[in-house]
């Protein structure tokens, strides 16, 4: 099994509809989640942390599930500026480190 | 506040040839990271610094790839001799993380986007 675990899509979303998507991890002593979104040809940036009792800003909402081992994200009434690639990034110490997902790619369309 | 620079943001060589990479992440990060990121992937961690210790560097192929991080600021990443396959965007992200292993905001630079001819 994979570290970090994505659907690399992509999503092809009509704009203003709910779209969610996941992110499975294989360590369970993983200690902190992320999202992070990437633009094309850009560098990657923090969308928002994951915490364990889930986390919403705006339009956005993060939550985690240990038990399953598992991070999702949930964007409703999408924009088209919501269109970029989402990655998942999983850190735990040891010998894991830092693992980025591939990314899932969301395409919001008119 | 300036974010993370990297230079230089294009490269091109040809292959067998040494080429190195440069970073100066914001002010007062304590932890400096080098990514690798291919086309359709995420980024893949080839060392991690705190301060000016390598404190992950499993993934750093170090037959042909160093890194220094001199007096825990800046960071240079070489490549020699370069192959075909390392073509790819080389990126660098600096964090404030605390102890514990509780990590913080990753801040990206723009990268280096690395040609292998």
């Known amino acids: 099994r994979k570290e970090v675990e994505q659907d690399p899509g992509p999503f092809n979303v009509p704009e203003g509809a709910t779209v969610a998507f996941n992110c499975t991890y294989s360590?369970?002593?993983?200690?902190?989640f992320f999202w992070y979104r990437q633009d094309c040809r850009k560098e990657p940036k923090l969308l928002m942390s994951v915490y364990s009792s889930g986390n919403e800003d705006g339009r956005f909402t993060a939550q985690l599930n240990r038990a399953s081992q598992y991070i999702s994200l949930l964007i409703r009434d999408s924009k088209l500026s919501d269109s970029a690639t989402y990655l998942c990034v999983v850190n735990s110490r040891g010998a894991d480190g830092l693992t980025f997902g591939k990314g899932t790619h969301l395409i919001i369309q008119p | 506040e300036a974010g993370v620079v990297q230079s230089p943001r294009y490269k091109i060589i040809e292959k067998k040839q040494p080429v190195a990479f440069w970073c100066n992440p914001i002010s007062g990060h304590n932890t400096l990271y080098w990514y690798l990121q291919n086309l359709g992937q995420g980024p893949e961690l080839l060392i991690r610094y705190e301060n000016e210790e390598a404190v992950d560097d499993s993934q750093l192929p170090k037959d042909r790839f160093s890194a220094e991080r001199l007096k825990g600021v800046d960071s240079t990443l070489k490549i020699q001799p370069a192959e075909l396959g390392d073509s790819a965007v080389y990126l660098c992200?600096?964090?404030?993380?605390?102890?514990?292993?509780?990590?913080?905001?990753?801040?990206f630079g723009p990268g280096t986007r690395l040609t292998v001819l």
């Open positions: 360590n369970s002593a993983s200690q902190s």
């Open positions: 992200a600096s964090s404030l993380d605390g102890p514990g292993g509780h990590y913080n905001e990753q801040f």
